[in-house]
């Protein structure tokens, strides 16, 4: 057993969403390919959870998606 990690691990690139129970503050980031795929996820987890758009990962940063009607 050694020392946990203390730098947060860099996200891949992707399109990033975060789905949540309703009323709760935490939830699990859920990470798609491609666009289509992001919105594909959304409209699956929207009836039954909470779902907050991050952005789109590009070498470890996340860049708010503009031309997202959500």
């Known amino acids: 057993m ?13 399109f990033y969403i975060e789905v949540r129970n ?14 289509e795929q992001l919105l594909a996820a959304i409209e699956e987890y929207k009836e039954s959870k909470d779902v907050v758009v ?11 998606i503009p031309d997202l009607d959500k």
């Not at 050694?2 to 992707?14: E, I, Q």
């Not at 309703?22 to 859920?30: A, E, F, L, M, R």
Request: no cysteine; charged share 40%.
């Open 22 to 35: 309703k009323n709760k503050s935490t939830g699990v980031k859920i990470r798609r390919d491609t666009k």
């Open 54 to 64: 991050l952005g789109e990962a590009k070498n470890g940063k996340l860049i708010p």
């Open 2 to 14: 050694g020392r946990p990690a203390s730098k947060p691990k860099d996200l891949r690139d992707g």
